[in-house]
């Protein structure tokens, strides 16, 4: 298995975004895992083709690929692994199904849920929503600063804070003691994603 990056690109599901452009800026600025989210309209087989090229890409710049939810397309493409959350397969199944060499991540709010996605086999939490974001509805008020950290001190897996994270916010998460956060927006609509991902991998203190 692989090491659980720092960096998380996931890709932008929401309609009119270029997801392959900005993975492309994101990996050549050294962007350590991609999760690929496609929007639940989104049919298995043009899922299917994005994960392909987006996989492929990904072994080029030996980065990690995910697959956010079907993690059949995970398995198919041989992919690095998968992430689930409530409204997913249970982590328990998702871990029968991809294996225990997989990288599988699970959303966590709250200790409870982080110490029995651990016990039930996820390698790393995405852990949030840390801020306020405009990228996904129907989330929970932000945990903030705080929360992550305790979700952070009741596990010994990494722990990926998400939810509006951006460079200038970065730092103050991995001091509470994430080991890396996830993003969508801050490099999706930034004018220079590539430009973005450094900033965020200075703020994280993994500058190249
Ligand atoms: C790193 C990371 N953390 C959390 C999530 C959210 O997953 P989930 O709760 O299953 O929601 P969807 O992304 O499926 O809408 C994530 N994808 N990645
Ligand atoms: C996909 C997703 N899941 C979240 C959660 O808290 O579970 S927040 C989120 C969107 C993150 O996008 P941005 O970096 O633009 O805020
Ligand atoms: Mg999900």
Do not use: F, W
């Not at 699970?106 to 995405?126: F, H, K, S, W």
């Amino acid at each position: 298995m692989p090491p659980v990056g720092r960096l998380h690109l996931i890709t932008d599901a929401r309609p009119g975004r270029d997801a392959l452009t900005v993975v492309v800026a994101a990996l050549a600025a050294g962007a350590d895992t991609i999760q690929v989210r496609v929007p639940d309209a989104t049919t298995d087989r043009e899922a299917y083709e994005l994960t392909r090229e987006v996989l492929r890409m990904c072994r080029d710049a030996g980065a990690a690929c995910l697959v956010n939810d079907r993690l059949h397309i995970a398995l198919a493409l041989g992919a690095d692994g998968g992430h689930v959350g409530a409204d997913d397969l249970p982590v328990a199944a998702a871990r029968r199904i991809l294996g225990p060499d997989a990288i599988l991540g699970a959303t966590a709010r709250n200790p409870e849920t982080a110490r029995r996605a651990v016990a039930d086999g996820a390698t790393y939490l995405g852990v949030g929503p840390a801020y306020r974001t405009s990228t996904k509805d129907g989330l929970p008020d932000p945990i903030g600063v705080g929360g992550v950290a305790v979700v952070a001190g009741a596990v010994t897996v990494p722990v990926i804070a998400i939810g509006g994270v951006t460079a200038e916010r970065a730092g103050e998460l991995t001091r509470a003691g994430a080991h890396g956060v996830a993003v969508v927006g801050a490099v999706s609509e930034a004018d220079d994603p590539g430009k973005a991902v450094t900033e965020l991998l200075q703020a994280i203190g993994e500058s190249r």
